[in-house]
């Protein structure tokens, strides 16, 4: 030791001040290091979320599309003939009709 040092009540320890500089910067670089990656895990779930929603919305607004489609044609005298005729099965009074049967 120094005797400057000592007679001032200073302990000087070789090393000690470099080695806990060095423990403190990898711990700082320790924790960055690990916000980083957490920020960035987080980040490329929430990409992956955005495209799933986005691919939702496309989904549901071509849904929508199709129903304001059909409601708009709801009323007009053509679709509702063609609905009756295709999907209840009804014929206009005057006409006949006819069923097939499936031979065995």
Not at 5 to 21: H, M, N, S, T, Y
Not at 65 to 93: F, M, N, Q, S, W
Request: no cysteine.
């Amino acid at each position: 030791m120094r005797g400057g040092d000592e007679a001032q009540g200073w302990i000087v320890k070789p090393r000690w001040g470099k080695k806990i500089v060095l423990i403190a910067v990898l711990m700082l670089v320790g924790l960055l290091s690990f916000i980083y990656i957490d920020r960035f895990l987080t980040i490329r779930h929430l990409h992956a979320e955005i495209a799933r929603v986005t691919q939702e919305e496309r989904v549901a607004l071509a849904v929508q599309k199709d129903l304001r489609d059909r409601l708009a044609h709801a009323d007009d005298p053509a679709t509702i003939e063609y609905l009756a005729r295709k999907e209840l099965g009804l014929v206009k009074p005057g006409e006949e009709k006819v069923i097939f049967l499936k031979g065995d």
